[in-house]
């Protein structure tokens, strides 16, 4: 676990679900696990569950998130979304490089908003009142 603290941790029928955020210094984080349905919809929990707290991390962190849990019906679809031809893994690196991009440019504009504003005197441009 990371020393910085997890987010989420769950484990179910030796599925597991973990997802650590280490959110000092980062531009973009990619939560990455696999969940497997078993004999009851618990799965459906899980990956509900994993996806709010990630949103809430990202909101209250101010980084980008990208949720790369993968919720299968078997362990074939896992390996096939995971290894194989679908290849989920590159699609979050994408999705984080255009997100980490994103940031970048937003908030070297927003400085660059909040710098103008200081020159002419006035306040925060986003200080809440």
Partial sequence: MSPLGA????????NVVFATVTVAASVVIIAI???????TPHHEIIAHSTAQALQDAAIRSEVPMINGIVVTNT???A?????????RGTEFAH????????????????DQVEE???????????AQN
Avoid at 33 to 39: F, K, M, P, S, T
Avoid at 95 to 110: F, K, V
Avoid at 121 to 126: D, L, R, S, T, V
């Fill in 79 to 87: 390996v096939a979304r995971c290894q194989g031809s679908l290849d």
């Fill in 95 to 110: 999705a984080a490089l255009t997100m980490a991009r994103h940031r970048i440019t937003l908030g070297a504009r927003l």
């Fill in 75 to 77: 362990r074939e679809q």
């Fill in 33 to 39: 696990g696999v969940v497997v349905a078993g004999d």
């Fill in 116 to 126: 103008e504003e200081r020159k002419r005197g006035g306040q925060e441009p986003f």
């Fill in 7 to 14: 987010l989420f941790q769950h484990q179910s029928r030796g």
